[in-house]
């Protein structure tokens, strides 16, 4: 009962359409996997969303644990059930027509994450393709829409294209590779691939990591540092399911004209 008088309270600002909390794995002593994506759940949490919410960036809404004004979700047209990710196309629906969306911290939801690593692929496959059906739906709308200051537009849009970075990713790494064996490394200058080096281990693939480190500290649980390497693993997981997704995707989704399958996530625990 708690939990939902804090999720219905910002809805007393009548600007505001959505509210979400944070979501908490349950089964985390379950094996490494689930206590891996407690860490990933973690920096998610508490650090991207409460940063995006205190930046008035763009808190995305999350279905798990949230609450929508009815007036709002019928003013943008409702749920739509043709997109693999209906909280993400949501978000920026209202969004785009000037609803707030509230993120609570302190609201925690629980539920299970995957156990198996079939299953963490799939539903990474699955949130990759419904979000960017949400990029091809809203992209060019949050870019150009008048009624949101630039910064807001740029973190609107960078979220939407968040997936399209993985096969980005494994193109540089591949790039780099070549240039390396083929000699072209000093055509640009070895302080300039240093710099650029220092930059993209700083600023890019390793932003993850410091959100997650970040998130021990806050939640005052810093023996789980010690399992913070291991993720890596997770990461490298995850570039190769989105790149996978995306390919599938765009050739065979797109160009075949096949619908999309939602793979629901396994369940482990057994009804009373």
Excluded at 35 to 55: I, P, T, W
Excluded at 185 to 197: M, Q, R, S
Excluded at 228 to 252: D, H, K, M
Aim: charged residues 20%; glycine residues 10%; hydrophobic residues 45%.
């Amino acid at each position: 009962m708690s939990l939902l008088k804090q999720l219905v309270a910002p809805f007393f600002d009548p600007e505001v359409g959505a509210t979400m909390g944070r979501v908490v794995p349950i089964n985390l002593g379950s094996n490494l996997l689930t206590r891996l994506l407690d860490l990933e759940r973690s920096g998610g949490y508490q650090v991207d969303q409460q940063a995006r919410m205190n930046l008035n960036l763009v808190p995305q809404y999350g279905g798990t644990v949230g609450g929508v004004r009815v007036r709002a979700l019928r003013s943008v047209g409702g749920w739509h059930d043709d997109v693999l990710a209906e909280d993400t196309d949501l978000t920026y629906r209202l969004l785009l027509a000037n609803w707030k969306t509230i993120y609570q911290n302190w609201s925690e939801c629980y539920e299970e994450v995957p156990e198996t690593w079939p299953v963490r692929v799939r539903q990474i496959m699955r949130w990759t393709k419904g979000h960017n059906q949400a990029l091809y739906r809203h992209g060019w709308k949050m870019a150009t829409c008048r009624h949101h200051g630039l910064l807001e537009k740029i973190d609107g849009v960078a979220l939407l294209g968040i997936y399209m970075m993985a096969p980005l990713m494994l193109f540089g790494w591949l790039l780099a590779i070549l240039l390396f064996y083929a000699g072209g490394l000093p055509l640009f200058g070895e302080a300039v691939i240093l710099f650029a080096l220092m930059s993209y281990g700083a600023l890019g693939n390793f932003a993850a990591f410091f959100e997650i480190a970040a998130a021990i500290y806050l939640d005052g649980t810093r023996e789980r540092i010690r399992l913070l390497p291991l993720n890596y693993f997770g990461f490298l997981v995850s570039i190769l399911s989105v790149s996978r997704a995306i390919f599938i995707q765009v050739v065979f989704d797109h160009l075949l004209r096949r619908e999309l399958r939602w793979d629901k996530t396994t369940r482990y625990r057994q009804g009373d």
